[in-house]
């Protein structure tokens, strides 16, 4: 990566820490863009765009990536448009502004990757699993949502709080059960699960 392009991505990152927009950790993003370089992954349907941030990320580590990505948030939808031009990478991220639950799509990807909602995470996960290419990957991000999942539900002092945590151990528990995807969670960033077609 260039050094330009570093310090433009380190501008995003303290711009999302100003401005409370939750992107990846620095853990989780290598994860991420170094798996998408190691499986040469080169088709992408990301649901949640936020300001950009995962989606310029991956963009930067594998240049010949193809990105769909969709955000319903208007102003950070504004701004990761914003940010893609910056970064010269238009004809590397297709932007939707759209809700993903309403968006249609078409095409087959080597990967899909999750981080919006988290309420919704099976949701997505059904809607979209549909356009997987056979051997591709569904990435889950914040699947210990800032260590909260891991903590005793009686101490958890919000009761939207407490929901959220309910739905995202239900959606692990439908990962582990579920008959067509294997599952794998890794402990880096703030969780991150890695389903690939049985």
Do not use: W
Request: hydrophobic content about 40%.
């Amino acid at each position: 990566m260039s050094g330009n392009n570093y310090f433009m991505l380190k501008e995003l990152k303290d711009y999302a820490k100003e401005n409370n927009v939750p992107i990846m950790n620095d853990e989780g993003i290598d994860f991420l863009t170094t798996f998408v370089i190691k499986n040469s992954i080169e088709s992408i349907l990301e649901i949640g765009t936020a300001i950009g941030f995962s989606a310029i990320s991956m963009a930067l580590a594998n240049p010949q990536a193809k990105i769909v990505t969709i955000e319903r948030d208007e102003e950070r939808y504004l701004e990761a448009v914003k940010n893609i031009k910056k970064f010269d990478l238009e004809n590397n991220i297709t932007l939707l502004f759209n809700d993903a639950l309403e968006t249609n799509i078409t095409g087959e990807y080597d990967l899909i990757f999750i981080d919006a909602a988290k309420g919704q995470n099976r949701k997505f996960f059904e809607k979209f699993a549909r356009f997987l290419k056979p051997h591709g990957f569904i990435i889950t991000d914040n699947m210990k949502f800032h260590g909260y999942v891991d903590k005793d539900e009686a101490t958890i002092k919000s009761r939207n709080l407490r929901g959220l945590v309910r739905k995202i151990k239900e959606y692990r528990t439908f990962l582990e059960e579920n008959e067509n995807y294997e599952t794998t969670f890794y402990d880096v960033g703030d969780g991150v699960a890695v389903s690939t077609p049985k």
